[in-house]
Structures are given as structure tokens and as C-alpha cells.
């Protein structure tokens, strides 16, 4: 006759209680909660958008279309006149003055520029970029952050910090209440003497 084997109960019990341990310890920990991290969910959060200015109020005078009569001052003998057209517009908004020249020389040369003049309130600053028919490169103005907002005085800014370029100042007012659109740009010598190289004369047309 087999004999009964007998466990006890307190053996069972701890058994039980040893394999739940070890099953729980296999278990992979339950992964931490991840916090998406905090920034801009949409492109205004990112690049906030930006109003008019004062600058653009000025530059919106400038707006219509012109006669232009543009004035090369050479270092020796007389001057040389040519004249043209420029449109002018306000662009993105009310942000930006796009302005289209067109010039006809005594040869019948016709010769296009654009300009693209922008004010940003945060620093008081004018910004010009003027390109053309005559090179590949940009010519870029800054001003430096003083506005009294009646006069544009724009200095010539290099793309290149190892190239300055030539140094140069624009001004820019309006004359015969609003008639008339006067850009003046003057080469600076060593000694900061300025000298008038070219002048635009721009009359607006009736009804512009």
C-alpha cells in the first residue's frame, strides 16, 4: 500500500506567494508618460506677424505713378539727365512700397529697375533692396534707426563682411505737398565729406 504524501498548507501558500513575486519581477515596467515639449503649434506662434508702422504711413505717400527725371553728377564736367517712369505701390498688406523705374537714354536705351522699401517699428529701421538691368548683384540700404517722419535716410550695407563696398548715404523726401518725390544719393570721402552723385526727381501725375 503507497503512502499518501502529504504537503502542507504553509508550503503551498509560500510557494504561491514566491512565484507572484517572481512573475510581477519578469513583468517590463510600465513605460513613463511622455510630455510633449512646449513651443509654437502654429506659423503665426512661431513667426508672429507684424502691423504698419509709422514707416509704412510714409511710405504709403510714396505710392502712384511718377515722371522721373533721373541726375548723374559726374566728378568733372556738366551732369547727365535722363528721364523715365516709376509705379509705385503698396504691397503685402500695407507692409511693403514695390517700386518699378523705366528709363530711356538719349540712344534709346531702355534700362529697368525695382525696389522693394520695408520699415520694421521693432527697431525704427528702413530697409531698401534695389536691383536692375544693369548688374546681377543686389544693392541693399539700412537706415540707422532714427526717423523723424518726413525723411528717409537710407546707408549703403554690404552683403559681404569682407567687401564693404562703397560708402554712401540716400535721402529721401517729399516736397510741393506730396508732388513731388526727391531721392538724393551722396558718395562720402575719408574725410565724411558727401558728394551728390544722383538725384531722382519724381513728379506725380494727376490722378496718381
Given at each position: 500500500m503507497k503512502k499518501r504524501i502529504v504537503i502542507p498548507l504553509v508550503s503551498i501558500v509560500a510557494a504561491a506567494a514566491l512565484w507572484s513575486t517572481v512573475a510581477r519581477s519578469q513583468q517590463p515596467a510600465p513605460a513613463a508618460t511622455q510630455t510633449a515639449p512646449a513651443g509654437p503649434k502654429t506659423h503665426a506662434e512661431y513667426e508672429p506677424p507684424t502691423g504698419p508702422g509709422a514707416g509704412q504711413a510714409l511710405l504709403s505717400q510714396f505710392a502712384g505713378d511718377w515722371d522721373v527725371v533721373k541726375t548723374f553728377y559726374r566728378p568733372t564736367g556738366d551732369p547727365v539727365s535722363t528721364k523715365g517712369e516709376c509705379?509705385?505701390?503698396?504691397?503685402?498688406?500695407?507692409?511693403?512700397?514695390?517700386?518699378?523705374?523705366?528709363?530711356?537714354?538719349?540712344?534709346?536705351?531702355?534700362?529697368?529697375?525695382?525696389?522693394?522699401?520695408?520699415?520694421?517699428?521693432?527697431?525704427?529701421?528702413?530697409?531698401?533692396v534695389w536691383f536692375d538691368s544693369h548688374k546681377t548683384d543686389f544693392s541693399i540700404r539700412q537706415s540707422d534707426g532714427t526717423f523723424d517722419g518726413k525723411q528717409i535716410v537710407l546707408w549703403a550695407t554690404s552683403l559681404d563682411p569682407d567687401k564693404p563696398g562703397r560708402k554712401s548715404v540716400a535721402r529721401a523726401h517729399l516736397e510741393d505737398?506730396?508732388?513731388?518725390?526727391?531721392?538724393?544719393?551722396?558718395?562720402i570721402d575719408e574725410k565724411g565729406t558727401e558728394r551728390k552723385m544722383i538725384e531722382f526727381r519724381m513728379t506725380k501725375r494727376k490722378g496718381h
Open positions: 509705379i509705385q505701390r503698396m504691397i503685402q498688406d500695407g507692409r511693403f512700397l514695390q517700386s518699378d523705374f523705366t528709363f530711356v537714354d538719349a540712344k534709346g536705351v531702355k534700362s529697368t529697375g525695382t525696389g522693394i522699401s520695408g520699415f520694421e517699428p521693432k527697431t525704427n529701421k528702413f530697409t531698401t505737398n506730396g508732388n513731388v518725390l526727391v531721392h538724393t544719393h551722396y558718395m
